[in-house]
C-alpha cells in the first residue's frame, strides 16, 4: 500500500502554521486518492477534532477553512469564534485570512462536502466549490482563490496542538561535546558482568516504517564519523527488511567492534498472516534464528528448518528489546495493533528481557524541535506523546526515549548523536539487569561454557541506573 503524502511545498506548510503558532498537521483525507464526494470526505474526518482544508486549483492558489469544532454530519449550523478562512496567492508572496462574519454560524454541518458558506467544496460530489462572500464569511473572490472554481486536489489535515515550551526540560541532557566523548568512551569500553558475554545483542521491533533500520544505520554513522546506509531502508507501506540480520558496529572504518550488536526484523503488521510472527520473535529471544533467515509471514519457524539454530548459549539471546515507533503516528495506532504489542510484551516479559521505546522522528512530529533538537525535551508536545506511548503500551515513562535518526542529511549532528549514544547507554544499562537476573541453571543452554562473574575487570559506570520494573 503506497504512502499518501501531502501536496503542499515547505514553503506553504510554513506559512499555514504561521496562523496557529506551535501545531502539526496530519493528513487525513486526500480526494485524488480517497475520491471527491461528500462520503469519502466524511468517512475519513468525521469526528476528528479541529481540521483545516487545503484546497488546491489550477490558477495556483492555496486556500480553505479552519474549524476546532467536529464533522458530525448533524444537520446543524456550527458556531466557532475559532474558525477562519485563509489563502496562499498563486505567487506564494501573500497570505489571507478571513474571520467569521459577527453573529453568523461557521458552517453548516451537513452530509454534503464541508460548507462554510462563503465556500462550499465538493459541490455535487465533483472536484468543484461554491464561493458566495458575505456569507459566514466575507472576501474578495479575486484575492482568495482567483474566481478558478475547480480543484485540482482536495486535502483535509487534523490540527494536533504542541502546547507551550515547557519552563524546564522534563530531561536533563547535556549537550556538549565533551558528553559525547564520554557517552562514546563508555560504550566502546562496555564489558558485560558476565565473562563470557562478549556484546549485548538487543532486538530492534517495531510497526512498518516506524525507522528501525534507520536507527541502526544513524548508530552506525555515528561511530563510523560519517553517513552510511548498511541495513536497507525505506518509507514504503510493507516491510522492507525481510530477513533476520545481526548488525555489528565499528569505530571509524576498519576500526574496532563496539560490543553491542543491532538486531533487525520484520516490521509488525496488525493483520493476521502479515508482518513478523510473535513466534518467529520468541525463537529470536531464544537465539534460535540464524542471521539472514528469511521471515515467512505465513509460518513461523520450525525446529528442523535450514534457518534454525539448536544449539544456544546466552551469547545468541537477545538481552534487551528496543520497540521503535514513529511518534507521528502515536495517536494512530489502532487497536489491532495495540493487541498485537501487549501479545509480544507478555512473551517478552515471560523471558525476563528489558525493554525500552525509542520515539522516532521527533523532528518530523514537532516544529519546535525541528528548528532546534536541544528543545527535545522541552516540548511539551513530545512529553505527551511519550506519556501517551507509556500509558497506551504499558511501558514505563523512564524507559521512553526520543531519538532522531539520519534520513536526508550528509554530514553527521553532535545533538543527533548525543540523544542516540544516550539511548545506546540505557540499552546496556538495562542488558546489565538482564544478566544480573541470570541462572546459568534455568536456561536451555546446551554448551559447557562456566558462565560466571567476571571480577577481574573493572565495568565503566554509564550513568545512574533507571528502575524499569516492566509489568
Known sequence: MSVVTSSLSKDQQKKLRSLFGYIKFHLLYKASVHGFTAAAFHSRCDKQGPTVIVAYNAAGFVFGAYTSKDYTQSEQAISDEQAFLYSISAEGNKLLRVAGISGQCAFTDGGTGPNFGALMFLHEDRPEFLSNPGTN?????????????????????????????????????EWTAERKQQLMKA?????PDIKTIHEVRVLLVGPVGAGKSSFFNSINSAFRGNITSQAIAGTAGTSVTTQFRTYTIKVGKGGGAVPLILCDTMGLEENTGAGLDIEDLVSIYRGHVKDRYQFSPSAPLLENAPGYKKHVTLNDMIHCVAYVFDTCKVSLLTPKMLDKFAAIRK???????PQILLMTKVDEACPLVAEDL???????????KARELSESLGIPLSCVLPVQNYSEELNLDQDTDILLFTAVEQMLNYADSFFENQDVEDHEVHDHLDLYRSNDHQHPVLSERTEHNVV
Open 137 to 173: 464569511f466575507n472576501f474578495q473572490a479575486a484575492a482568495m482563490h482567483g474566481e478558478d472554481l475547480t480543484l485540482t486536489e482536495f486535502e483535509v489535515y487534523r490540527v494536533e496542538g504542541l502546547g507551550d515550551v515547557l519552563a524546564k526540560p522534563w530531561r536533563n541532557i
Open 347 to 353: 512473551k517478552t516479559n515471560q523471558r525476563g528481557i
Open 374 to 384: 536541544k528543545n527535545v525535551y522541552r516540548s511539551a508536545y513530545i512529553q505527551t
Open 187 to 191: 560504550i566502546q569500553t562496555y564489558k
